[in-house]
């Protein structure tokens, strides 16, 4: 169908809303509270518009398109309700830019630089409140917009059932269980409200201060974890490199954006040094001794040899990893079968 | 701790509702009163457990609710109403001779644990301030002298019984017909004057027939809205398989506003026809009265009601659950009160849908007000014809006018839709002194100076022409002793404090002209912050997810414009 936004003509699909709409046609309507996963909520009331016909200001999230449908984002009513809106954000919270890890990378910033707004009118911030309890994700209230994505996420994507809203009013804040410490409740620390989060309100705590986000290289790859592959984004800083941190790819179909606690934050293993770069064998006495591949690899199969020809090739089972890609599991049971001559094949992913 | 016959009761209670989860509001009060008036967080816990929600959810809800004490209370815990009304009729005296007899201020406990000092918003009393809760008990018509009775019977362990009487009074004699003697409260005696005559010829027509009467009838929403309720009952899906509840709204709440429990306190069984014979209409088996948490005497009575009419054998396949709210002005709005009816925080919903189309659980839902149902059995035994004779075109039927502030006898007063304010006015006694001003239909309507006043007829039409709104019919009368920014003041406080927080434009707006306004009035505003107030105001209309950004911004802005000079003089005295 047709619709109209800011006097240009422009395609839109039955189903979707006005915000989708112009942004699948590349027309930027500032929008907090709204998350392709979570869905419209129309409660930060910023991705307001004029529609023709409509009586008084529509919020674009929640709005689904008609045939025809004359949309206006622009006009001296909507920005002025689109400013107060972000304006009274800042003033509500400590949204200090400089040191916070989502400089760059937040949906308030890109709203409050997109409308020209500098600083606060209003000074209503509540006081510092740091929640540093949790083991991988650091929450500042300050920096909180009441937009509910980590509440819908907690409870409806990822069904943890943690985070809700505590309080009412001008005091309402995002509660962990009955309003403990993130470390001290049930949360299993999988990050998802990380990945919602629109501000610097919930962010990972290993990578705080270690580099801007404009400077790190994002890399897409599967998780190594286990079997479902999961989609994620390696964020690299190059010059050290080093992966800082690692989020979900929302357009996977796998995952939608999710990750679990280890294939969001366990990955120190990459860059310990206690990690093995080269085969090991065991002496006799007991200590490993740094091998080639070549020596490695033959003594394997030398050993193998010499089990299946005293005990039978049945003597041998093969167990293949979820940290390995299928075409090495297919190799792998490929070997079993047709090397040693066994069926004895299993995968950890079915323990 | 919630003890095993608690659990038994609970249980019991959960089993009522269609989800178990309704009865999270209920049950967190009743393990409140077990354990001395506190609700701690072990039994929030268990009770979130027994009703199979979410800690965060039950806390959420613990944390949101004005009536549950997170924190411990003293023995006695007082509650002085400092809202509008109230604050004109000597509130702030009362509170703070509380707090100078009690040697604490509001918010606090006394050290030996008797007494804790709370200031409240809007008790649904206006009609009756100065009024101080104890407890569950309400003392109206407060002095100084009755004040400190009240105390000293505190301090030697006896909550005295409450005397209340108010003024009221009924010249269409539909709503307010039995009022005044309390043995009409029984169904002998209700029946006896003429009382379910309305049900039974409901009953003898198809619920269609009932639909059209009352469509016919036009009988614009009581609550505030005044949108007709046959048309809302016709939104209702056709051949719809889900159950379809039925929603009374009794949650009073708008400063102003203590109609619904003249109808409630005093003649139960009207409202309970009135919800029998629109359950009819719509093919409803449930209805709900959700009723604000400090009527708990109110529900009492309703409840007491509703099993006489239920043994009397007329209510044949319906139920009607009580409902008690917990103290949160924001349930008023219809899909705030039904996520509050489903153990939710009392936040609004998107609309569409409209709570007609996909309601209480999913489900078509109906949600009208105490004093529309009360309407009812009289179309029902007199015909659509002879109410919309009540009244005048558009605007049919006998409206309840509670009227408060300055005036000599304050109290409840049924008149036609379209009675001059100026009727009304003098059948409450007259204005004390010289009127300034008047908020007609609750404070979330536009204040009327005392010349917009004049000549005013109290019809939604008329009203809407005046600029303002006839809204619950709340009016609050202002002398010229009244200064203007205190009032709003104490207004957008209220707001503040009553905003469910969900959207940015109430949730900050309301705070942000509350420090505007307290920078004024210390002395250190300047020009532009009144700008900023109207900015705020002009901007926050029509922007938020339900109306109770208008119901802050229109009165406020109107204050602030009608009354400019007393908030420019507040910069001019302190350059």
């Known amino acids: 169908m047709k619709v109209t936004i800011n006097g240009k003509e422009y395609e839109a699909r039955q189903g979707q809303t006005v915000l989708q709409a112009a942004r699948d046609n590349g027309v930027y309507i500032p929008s907090l509270c709204y998350h392709p996963k979570t869905g419209p909520a129309g409660k930060c009331r910023v991705c307001i518009v004029e529609i023709e016909g409509a009586r008084g200001l529509q919020t674009s999230c929640t709005v689904p398109v008609k045939e025809g449908m004359i949309i206006n984002t622009e006009s001296e009513n909507v920005r002025k309700a689109q400013r107060l809106v972000v304006d009274l954000l800042l003033s509500s919270g400590r949204h200090d830019c400089l040191a916070c890890e989502q400089n760059g990378a937040c949906e308030l910033q890109d709203a409050a630089y997109r409308l020209g707004i500098e600083r606060p009118t209003f000074t209503l911030a509540p006081k510092e409140q740091t929640d540093n309890s949790a083991e991988f994700v650091f929450r500042e209230h300050a920096k909180c917009i009441q937009c509910g994505r980590c509440i819908a996420g907690c409870n409806a994507t990822v069904v943890n059932e943690v985070l809700d809203f505590g309080f009412r009013g001008h005091d309402t804040k995002v509660i962990c269980d009955d309003d403990v410490p993130m470390g001290?409740?049930?949360?299993?620390?999988?990050?998802?409200?990380?990945?919602?989060?629109p501000t610097g309100a919930i962010v990972d705590k290993l990578p705080r201060g270690k580099a801007r986000t404009w400077q790190l290289e994002k890399v897409e790859t599967v998780c190594p974890y286990c079997g479902v592959g999961c989609r994620q984004e390696l964020h690299v800083d190059r010059a050290a490199n080093r992966i800082v941190r690692i989020s979900g790819v929302e357009d996977s179909p796998v995952n939608e954006g999710m990750l679990c606690v280890k294939g969001r934050y366990a990955f120190d293993f990459v860059q310990s040094p206690e990690r093995l770069t080269a085969p090991l064998i065991r002496e006799d006495g007991g200590t490993f001794r740094k091998a080639s591949w070549d020596e490695a690899l033959t003594l394997v199969a030398s050993r193998f040899g010499d089990v299946v020809k005293k005990?039978?090739?049945?003597?041998?089972?093969?167990?293949?990893?979820?940290?390995?890609?299928?075409?090495?599991?297919?190799l792998f049971q490929k070997f079993m079968r047709t090397r040693i001559i066994t069926n004895n094949i299993d995968h950890c992913a079915r323990l | 701790m919630v003890s095993a016959p608690l659990i038994e009761k609970l249980k019991k209670t959960a089993g009522g509702y269609p989800d178990q989860r309704s009865a999270l509001l209920p049950a967190l009060d009743m393990v409140q009163r077990e354990n001395g008036n506190h609700l701690s967080k072990e039994d929030i816990a268990a009770v979130a457990g027994l009703l199979g929600v979410t800690l965060g959810k039950a806390y959420g809800v613990a944390s949101y609710y004005t009536l549950y004490n997170t924190a411990k209370v003293g023995r006695y815990h007082i509650q002085v109403d400092t809202n509008i009304p109230a604050t004109l009729m000597g509130g702030q005296a009362i509170l703070t001779h509380c707090e100078d007899m009690l040697g604490i201020r509001a918010g606090e406990t006394t050290p030996d644990?008797?007494?804790?000092?709370?200031?409240?918003?809007?008790l649904g009393s206006c009609g009756t301030c100065p009024v101080i809760q104890v407890n569950d008990v309400y003392y109206e018509n407060m002095t100084i002298e009755k004040t400190d009775a009240l105390l000293e019977s505190l301090k030697k362990g006896i909550l005295p019984e409450a005397r209340n009487e108010s003024h009221f009074g009924s010249e269409c004699k539909v709503l307010l017909k039995n009022r005044g003697d309390i043995?009409?409260?029984?169904?002998?005696q209700y029946r006896k004057r003429g009382g379910y005559a309305g049900l039974e010829k409901a009953k003898a027509l198809k619920p269609v027939e009932i639909l059209d009467a009352v469509k016919h009838a036009i009988v614009r929403g009581r609550g505030g809205a005044g949108f007709p309720a046959g048309m809302k009952w016709g939104f209702l899906p056709q051949d719809n398989a889900a159950p379809v509840y039925l929603i009374c709204n009794a949650d009073e709440g708008e400063p102003g506003t203590f109609k619904d429990r003249q109808i409630m306190e005093y003649d139960p069984h009207l409202l309970v026809e009135g919800i029998a014979i629109a359950a009819r209409a719509i093919n409803a088996k449930k209805a709900f009265i959700y009723i604000r948490g400090e009527f708990r005497w109110i529900a009492g009575i309703l409840e007491d009601a509703i099993h006489e009419a239920r043994t009397a054998g007329l209510l044949d396949v319906l139920d009607i659950i009580v409902h008690r709210g917990q103290g949160s002005y924001e349930c008023g709005e219809e899909t705030a009160l039904i996520e509050s009816l489903e153990g939710k925080r009392g936040c609004p919903r998107l609309k569409p849908p409209f709570p007609a189309l996909k309601g209480l659980y999913g489900c078509p839902t109906i949600v009208n007000n105490?004093?529309?149902?009360?309407?009812?059995?009289?179309?029902?035994?007199?015909?659509?014809?002879?109410?919309?004779?009540i009244g005048v075109v558009g605007n049919a039927g006998p409206k309840l006018f509670g009227v408060s502030g300055h005036v000599n006898k304050p109290g409840v007063f049924e008149y036609p839709l379209g009675t001059p304010l100026k009727t009304i006015l003098q059948a409450a006694g007259g204005v004390k002194g010289n009127l300034k001003a008047v908020i007609v239909g609750g404070l979330s309507t536009p204040i009327l100076t005392a010349a917009e006043a004049e000549t005013l007829n109290m019809d939604y039409d008329a009203c809407l022409k005046a600029g303002t709104m006839l809204g619950s019919g709340g009016i609050i009368v202002m002398n010229d002793t009244v200064a203007m920014p205190p009032i709003a003041l104490r207004t957008i406080k209220f707001y503040a404090h009553e905003s469910c927080g969900q959207c940015t434009p109430c949730r900050e707006g309301s705070v942000a002209v509350e420090s505007l306004i307290e920078k004024l009035l210390s002395g250190c505003g300047e020009t532009a912050d009144i700008d900023r107030i109207l900015h705020l105001c002009d901007t926050i209309i029509g922007s938020t997810l339900c109306p109770t950004g208008d119901a802050f911004a229109m009165p406020i802005r109107a204050m602030v414009r009608k009354f400019l000079a007393e908030f420019e003089t507040l910069v001019t005295a302190n350059p």
């Not at chain 1, 620390?189 to 989060?197: D, M, N």
């Not at chain 2, 644990?113 to 809007?122: A, K, N, Q, R, W």
């Open chain 1, 184 to 197: 001290s409740s049930t949360c299993v620390q999988c990050g998802e409200c990380v990945q919602l989060c």
């Open chain 1, 311 to 330: 005990h039978g090739p049945d003597a041998v089972a093969g167990l293949a990893s979820a940290k390995v890609t299928n075409e090495e599991n297919f």
């Open chain 2, 113 to 122: 644990g008797l007494f804790t000092l709370s200031e409240v918003e809007d």
């Open chain 2, 183 to 188: 043995s009409n409260r029984s169904i002998v």
């Open chain 2, 370 to 389: 105490v004093e529309t149902l009360a309407c009812l059995p009289y179309i029902m035994e007199h015909g659509p014809e002879a109410f919309k004779k």
